[in-house]
C-alpha cells in the first residue's frame, strides 16, 4: 500500500488536513473575508482590485461608506471591517450582529484581525521552515555524502547548536535586533531548528549511499550533486516532510511566545500571538473573554492538526508498515 493510501487509513489525520485546508483558505482569502475596503471598485473611470492589498494612493482615505457614495460598482468583502480599523465608539463590545467575534481596546474587530493574523501567523511558520528544512537537507546531504572532515564539522556545529535551547536562543538573537517587520522573526526562527532535519537527512544519506543503484550511478561517472539530488534526496524526503509538518506547529508557538515577552511581530500587525499578548492586559475585564478565547482557539486547533497529520505522515512513511 501506498504512503498516502496508509495516511488515509488514519481518519483522524484526515480531518486534521482538511481543518489545516480550512485554516490555509480563510488565511489566502483574507481580504476577501474582512476589510475596510472593496474586493474590487469602480470610481471616477478607474477599476481597483484589492485595494486593501495594493493600498493605491487615489483610495488612502477612503472606506466602504464613502466608496458606496463615490463608486460605480464594487464588490463588497463578507465582513466590512479591516484588522487595523479603530471603532472607538465600539470599545471592547462583545460578540454581536455588528461584531461576530467581538470588539478589542481600541473597537478593532476581533474577527477580521483573526482571519488576518492566521495569513501572518501560517506564513511564519511556513517561510521559517522552508528556510531551516533548506539549509538542514543541504548541510545533512554534504555530510553524509563526503564525510571526512564536511561530516566533521557539520556535526560539531549541529552538536553546539543543540546545547542551546531554541527558543531561549531566539530570544537572545531578537533581544538585540530591532523587529519592525516579520523578517527577522522568521529568518532567526529558520536559522535556529537546521539541526534536527540535518541530522535526519544525514542518516538517510549514510544508509542510501551503500545501496547498489547509487553504486551504480557512481560507477558510470554521475557527479556527486547528480547522484545526491537524482537518488538520495528524494528517498530521504519522507522524514523531512513529517519533521517539517511538527516544526511549522512549533514556530507558530514560538511566534506566539515570543510576541507575549514583546519581541514577535511589531504591532499594529495582527498575528495570532499578538492578539494574544493585548488581550492579556484585558483578562479579569468583566466580561472580555472572547479577546483570549478565539486567538487561543484557533492556535490550539491549527498545532493540533499539524501535529495529528504529523503523525499521520510519520505512520505513513514507517518502513516497518510498508
Not at 454581536?96 to 476581533?110: I, K
Amino acid at each position: 500500500m501506498s504512503g498516502w493510501g496508509r495516511f488515509r487509513r488514519r481518519r483522524l489525520a484526515l480531518i486534521a488536513l482538511v481543518l489545516l485546508g480550512a485554516f490555509a483558505l480563510v488565511a489566502l482569502c483574507a481580504d476577501l473575508i474582512a476589510s475596510d475596503l472593496p474586493i474590487a471598485v469602480r470610481v471616477e473611470g478607474h477599476t481597483y482590485v484589492l485595494p486593501a492589498r495594493t493600498r493605491p494612493p487615489a483610495l488612502a482615505h477612503e472606506d466602504m461608506a464613502s466608496l458606496r457614495a463615490r463608486a460605480e460598482w464594487l464588490i463588497p468583502p463578507l465582513f466590512e471591517r479591516g484588522p487595523d480599523q479603530p471603532h472607538l465608539d465600539a470599545v471592547l463590545h462583545p460578540p454581536g450582529a455588528d461584531a461576530p467575534l467581538g470588539t478589542d481596546e481600541l473597537g478593532r474587530d476581533v474577527l477580521a484581525r483573526l482571519v488576518h493574523g492566521a495569513r501572518l501567523s501560517l506564513v511564519i511558520g511556513l517561510l521559517s521552515v522552508g528556510l531551516y528544512v533548506l539549509i538542514g537537507v543541504v548541510l545533512g546531504a554534504l555530510a553524509g555524502w563526503f564525510g571526512g572532515v564536511v561530516d566533521t564539522i557539520v556535526s560539531r556545529v549541529t552538536e553546539v547548536m543543540l546545547a542551546f535551547p531554541t527558543f531561549f536562543l531566539v530570544l537572545a538573537i531578537l533581544g538585540v535586533m530591532r523587529v519592525e517587520s516579520i523578517v527577522p522573526v522568521m529568518v532567526v526562527i529558520g536559522l535556529t531548528r537546521w539541526t534536527d532535519v540535518s541530522r535526519l537527512v544525514r542518516g538517510e544519506v549514510l544508509r542510501l549511499k551503500t545501496e547498489d543503484y547509487v553504486q551504480a550511478s557512481r560507477a558510470l561517472g554521475a557527479p556527486p550533486m547528480w547522484v545526491i539530488a537524482r537518488h538520495l534526496l528524494p528517498n530521504a524526503l519522507g522524514p523531512v516532510l513529517v519533521n517539517a509538518t511538527f516544526g511549522i506547529a512549533g514556530a507558530i508557538l514560538i511566534e506566539t511566545a515570543l510576541s507575549f515577552l514583546g519581541f514577535g511581530v511589531p504591532p499594529p500587525q495582527a498575528s495570532w500571538g499578538e492578539l494574544l499578548t493585548q488581550a492579556h492586559r484585558y483578562v479579569t475585564w468583566p466580561g472580555a473573554w472572547w479577546l483570549t478565547l478565539f486567538p487561543g482557539m484557533a492556535i490550539f486547533f491549527t498545532v493540533t492538526a499539524l501535529n495529528l497529520v504529523g503523525e499521520g505522515l510519520r505512520d505513513a512513511f514507517d518502513p516497518r508498515l510498508r
